[in-house]
């Protein structure tokens, strides 16, 4: 697509509840990474997938925090058994992994839990 | 480990006037990489710069420029007779691989332009 496509732009859901957050990249960018960030906040960063390595999972905050990547293109995030802290924008972004280039982010998912 | 600091949480200017944004920066890495990027209230973060730690050359693009200081481990980003549409939080960050991932980014400066 044109750009880093990420739904649903907003979700509240209850404490406990499970959500999934999904993103789309640009069609051939390689590397996809999430970040999130809350309110007043830089942007902390997750997870990054590049090609078929091994994903670098050093900045997911719990094991509440899963993301997967199927087929080299779309990126699933999961939280599981949300908490009121978890309560953020998470972003995702991709890249052509080369130098220059820089992210492309989208628009975010705003993930309020109640 | 990395570490990207921008002390200056807000700043307000009157439309036209010149403002410095400030970065510092801190790394063990030789190579690195600098970003600069903006995020408008419309809440989409646009790509702005990149520089690495070996081209300390200053940079102008139209009324935004980039001071890039290794002894003072700083990349402070100017802008020139601003305008109400520069109002955005302006994030800098770093990178410290070639292939850009694993940006890490500061807290952010929010800019507000008044007309």
């Known amino acids: 697509g044109a750009g880093v496509s990420q739904s649903p732009s907003n979700k509240v859901t209850e404490k406990g509840k499970d959500v999934e957050l999904r993103c789309d990249p640009i069609?051939?960018?390689?590397?996809l990474y999430w970040y999130r960030q809350s309110l007043g906040q830089g942007l902390e960063f997750l997870i990054y997938?590049?090609?078929?390595?091994?994903p670098d999972k050093s900045g997911l905050p719990s094991d509440r925090f899963s993301a997967e990547r199927t087929g080299g293109s779309v990126s699933t995030l999961t939280i599981q058994r949300t908490q009121q802290e978890d309560s953020a924008v998470y972003l995702c972004?991709?890249?052509?992994?080369?130098w220059g280039h820089g992210y492309t982010f989208g628009s975010g998912t705003r993930l309020t839990v109640v | 480990a990395q570490k990207v600091t921008q002390a200056q949480t807000e700043i307000s200017v009157v439309e036209k006037e010149d403002v410095t944004l400030d970065c510092v920066y801190e790394?063990?890495?030789?190579?690195?990489?600098l970003f600069w990027y903006k995020q408008p209230p419309s809440g989409e973060l646009v790509f702005l710069i990149r520089?690495?730690?070996?081209?300390?050359q200053n940079e102008i693009s139209g009324r935004y420029s980039w001071n890039f200081q290794k002894s003072t481990s700083s990349f402070n980003f100017t802008i020139t007779a601003s305008q109400v549409v520069d109002s955005a939080v302006y994030f800098c960050?770093?990178?410290?691989?070639?292939?850009?991932?694993?940006?890490?980014f500061g807290k952010g400066t929010r800019l507000h332009i008044l007309p």
């Open positions: 972004a991709s890249s052509l992994g080369r």
């Open positions: 069609s051939g960018h390689t590397a």
């Open positions: 997938f590049q090609g078929n390595s091994a």
């Open positions: 790394t063990r890495d030789t190579t690195y990489y």
């Open positions: 520089r690495n730690s070996f081209d300390e």
């Open positions: 960050a770093l990178s410290e691989d070639d292939r850009d991932d694993k940006i890490i």
